[in-house]
């Protein structure tokens, strides 16, 4: 490794030293590669829409090695590591085919004796240890499970399980026998069926305008709080000990009984929508004395819920289905709306002052119609896909301040063209089409010049690479050449943080990194220095 010291100076009123030091990892990398062609020739051997997970340091995926059979697959990327584990494969393309719990996977689909009906599956990860936790008969047949309908105790996961004609509650400790039903709505037409979370050791979970509970147990799942009046509950979120649900035009809270039940505060002008929880408050979307769709926040009690700013005093400061973008910290970030830059994305820390717009990505009254958005833990950048003007999408990270909201790079020429965003490592890997290139793999680090291109497919061809998983040291993914679409993995690369310097307003960066044999140093309106290596 090397470091280097780099000087500009200033052209204005003030002096400008900037030091920017740089540690340049020469480190040669593995280039992605197939990891094993599971359908031999040119068909696909992972199959359509399949996840991957991770059990115990190995990759879990659904493949068919001819067009008869289909196996749940393991690998440790290697050929020779990359094996079939059991007969079986999932059911429903639109969820996700892997539920995590006790260091073993969960999914539904059938095994090999049972191909006309569907079992919730678990599995170990070995042969012995892959079997159905339902037996299929004429009480249990399943279709596939809520793809919210998910949650975990300590001794066990409930499950939304549907079968031809309705939704039931299951909880199961991770076996066939301790695989029940424990809630059956009655009646036949039901408007929600939604599971909030454990609150208190407990499960609370909706059902049409009703609120319930449960230990995992048929008599210990009881109702907690019915109103007089008929409205089914928004999705809730856990702030403490309750859990926070809308209700019609009001904001309500439960701890899983009927005297913990309570109203927090409303009712307002819409039904509440609730974002986000950081820290110790919840924020969610409403509107009162006629300020249209806005942000509020609450802490729980009735003069702690309030607006947090009216951006848009005329319509409504919100924009999007789902504004939300992301956390950092006490922070949301958001998609908002006003009357003079249009929909862009905004942060809030519940407070007015603390209010504002990140970036206008779209100059004028026109929206960026922002989408995909992804959070790193790790750097605590808030990712995002947005349109300028109408134009090409562009992907876009922010750290929740004006300086740290940047356009990361400029590849693709399509509109709707990104596929894949994934954080990884502090990391961001993600699939869109480039010029010259086809549609492709990338992986950035957030900084400008520190995003890295993998033409899997030279000459402009699509390997349209997806599903992203870290499994080991290593990062696995689906792709597609003249082989079908197959299961790849590839070294983790060093991307070497771009060094950024602010000084009265003024913003340096130095790129690329990794580097060749040039470092280019750009500090705003100064002219652009080139070092040689």
Same mark, same amino acid.
């Given at each position: 490794?090397?470091? +280097?010291?780099?000087?500009?100076?200033?052209?204005?009123?003030?002096?400008?030293?900037?030091?920017?030091?740089?540690?340049?990892?020469?480190?040669?990398?593995?280039?992605?590669?197939?990891?094993?062609?599971?359908?031999?020739?040119?068909?696909?051997? %992972?199959?359509?829409?399949? +996840?991957?997970?991770?059990?115990?340091?190995?990759?879990?995926?659904?493949? @068919? !090695?001819?067009?008869?059979?289909?196996?749940?697959?393991?690998?440790?990327?290697?050929?020779?590591?990359?094996?079939?584990?059991?007969?079986?494969?999932? +059911?429903?393309?639109?969820? !996700?085919?892997?539920?995590?719990?006790?260091?073993? $996977?969960?999914?539904?689909?059938?095994? @090999?004796?049972?191909?006309?009906?569907?079992?919730?599956?678990?599995?170990?990860?070995?042969?012995?240890?892959?079997?159905? $936790?339902?037996?299929?008969?004429?009480?249990?047949?399943?279709?596939?499970?809520?793809?919210?309908?998910?949650?975990?105790?300590?001794?066990?996961?409930?499950?939304? $399980? %549907?079968? #031809?004609?309705?939704?039931?509650?299951?909880?199961?400790?991770?076996?066939?026998?301790?695989?029940?039903?424990?809630?059956?709505?009655?009646?036949?037409?039901?408007?929600?069926?939604?599971?909030?979370?454990?609150?208190?050791?407990?499960?609370?979970?909706?059902?049409?305008?009703? *609120?319930?509970?449960?230990?995992?147990?048929?008599?210990?799942?009881?109702?907690?709080?019915?109103? #007089?009046?008929?409205?089914?509950?928004?999705?809730?979120?856990?702030?403490?000990?309750?859990?926070?649900?809308?209700?019609?035009?009001?904001?309500?809270?439960?701890?899983?009984?009927?005297? /913990?039940?309570?109203?927090?505060?409303?009712?307002?002008?819409?039904?509440?929508?609730?974002?986000?929880?950081?820290?110790?408050?919840?924020?969610?979307?409403?509107?009162?004395? /006629?300020?249209?769709?806005?942000?509020?926040?609450?802490?729980?009690?009735?003069?702690? =819920? @309030?607006?947090?700013?009216?951006?848009?005093?005329?319509?409504?400061?919100?924009?999007?289905?789902?504004?939300?973008?992301?956390?950092?910290?006490?922070?949301?970030?958001?998609?908002?709306?006003?009357?003079?830059? /249009?929909?862009?994305?905004?942060?809030?820390?519940?407070?007015?002052?603390?209010?504002?717009?990140?970036?206008?990505?779209?100059?004028?009254?026109?929206?960026?119609?922002?989408?995909? &958005?992804?959070?790193? !833990?790790?750097?605590?950048?808030?990712?995002? *896909?947005?349109?300028?003007?109408?134009?090409?999408?562009?992907?876009?990270? =922010?750290?929740?301040?004006?300086?740290?909201?940047?356009?990361?790079?400029?590849?693709?020429?399509?509109?709707?063209?990104?596929?894949?965003?994934?954080? %990884?490592?502090?990391?961001?890997?993600? #699939?869109?089409?480039?010029?010259? %290139?086809?549609?492709?793999?990338?992986?950035?680090?957030?900084?400008?010049?520190?995003? *890295?291109?993998?033409?899997?497919? &030279?000459?402009?061809?699509?390997?349209?690479? #997806?599903?992203?998983?870290? *499994?080991?040291?290593?990062?696995?993914?689906?792709?597609?050449?003249?082989?079908?679409?197959?299961?790849?993995?590839?070294?983790? !690369?060093?991307?070497?943080?771009?060094?950024?310097?602010?000084?009265?307003?003024?913003?340096?960066?130095?790129? &690329?990194? &990794?580097?060749?044999?040039?470092?280019?140093?750009?500090?705003?309106?100064?002219?652009?220095?080139?070092?040689?290596?």
């Amino acid at each position: 490794q090397c470091v +280097y010291s780099l000087c500009l100076t200033p052209m204005k009123q003030n002096l400008l030293l900037l030091l920017s030091c740089i540690m340049i990892a020469a480190k040669a990398q593995t280039p992605p590669a197939m990891v094993k062609d599971v359908y031999p020739g040119a068909q696909d051997g %992972i199959l359509a829409d399949t +996840y991957l997970a991770e059990l115990n340091g190995k990759a879990y995926f659904f493949g @068919h !090695p001819n067009d008869s059979t289909y196996w749940l697959y393991q690998s440790d990327g290697t050929d020779a590591g990359t094996v079939p584990v059991a007969m079986s494969r999932y +059911y429903d393309y639109n969820e !996700p085919n892997f539920r995590k719990w006790n260091n073993k $996977l969960i999914w539904v689909g059938n095994d @090999h004796t049972q191909w006309d009906n569907n079992q919730l599956m678990i599995s170990d990860g070995t042969s012995g240890g892959t079997l159905p $936790l339902i037996q299929v008969n004429a009480s249990t047949a399943i279709n596939s499970w809520k793809g919210d309908g998910f949650a975990a105790l300590p001794g066990g996961f409930f499950m939304i $399980l %549907i079968d #031809s004609s309705e939704s039931c509650l299951f909880f199961s400790n991770g076996t066939p026998a301790g695989t029940k039903r424990v809630f059956r709505p009655t009646g036949t037409v039901y408007y929600s069926f939604d599971l909030y979370n454990v609150v208190n050791g407990k499960l609370v979970f909706n059902i049409n305008n009703d *609120i319930y509970v449960s230990d995992g147990t048929l008599a210990g799942t009881q109702l907690a709080y019915s109103p #007089s009046f008929f409205e089914h509950p928004g999705k809730g979120m856990v702030l403490g000990n309750y859990a926070y649900f809308s209700y019609g035009y009001e904001l309500w809270r439960t701890d899983g009984t009927n005297n /913990g039940t309570t109203l927090v505060k409303g009712p307002f002008e819409s039904q509440p929508q609730l974002l986000a929880v950081t820290g110790n408050q919840l924020f969610f979307v409403s509107a009162e004395n /006629g300020s249209g769709g806005e942000l509020f926040v609450t802490d729980g009690t009735a003069n702690g =819920t @309030h607006l947090v700013k009216d951006i848009n005093p005329n319509g409504s400061g919100i924009m999007a289905a789902e504004p939300l973008l992301g956390t950092i910290g006490n922070k949301i970030v958001y998609v908002g709306n006003t009357p003079t830059e /249009g929909g862009d994305p905004w942060v809030s820390d519940g407070t007015a002052a603390g209010t504002f717009l990140l970036k206008e990505i779209c100059t004028g009254t026109g929206s960026s119609y922002i989408q995909m &958005p992804a959070t790193d !833990p790790v750097k605590g950048f808030v990712y995002f *896909i947005a349109e300028q003007c109408n134009q090409s999408e562009q992907l876009y990270r =922010t750290d929740g301040t004006t300086v740290g909201t940047i356009q990361v790079n400029s590849v693709n020429i399509g509109t709707t063209a990104f596929t894949t965003l994934r954080p %990884i490592n502090g990391l961001v890997y993600f #699939s869109t089409i480039a010029s010259g %290139i086809g549609h492709e793999m990338f992986v950035t680090n957030g900084y400008p010049g520190g995003t *890295i291109t993998y033409d899997l497919v &030279p000459g402009g061809g699509y390997s349209n690479s #997806s599903e992203f998983t870290l *499994i080991g040291n290593k990062v696995f993914f689906t792709a597609s050449n003249n082989k079908g679409e197959e299961l790849w993995s590839s070294d983790i !690369p060093v991307i070497s943080d771009v060094a950024e310097t602010a000084a009265d307003d003024l913003s340096a960066v130095v790129f &690329p990194n &990794p580097a060749n044999n040039l470092l280019t140093v750009k500090a705003g309106n100064l002219p652009v220095e080139t070092v040689t290596i």
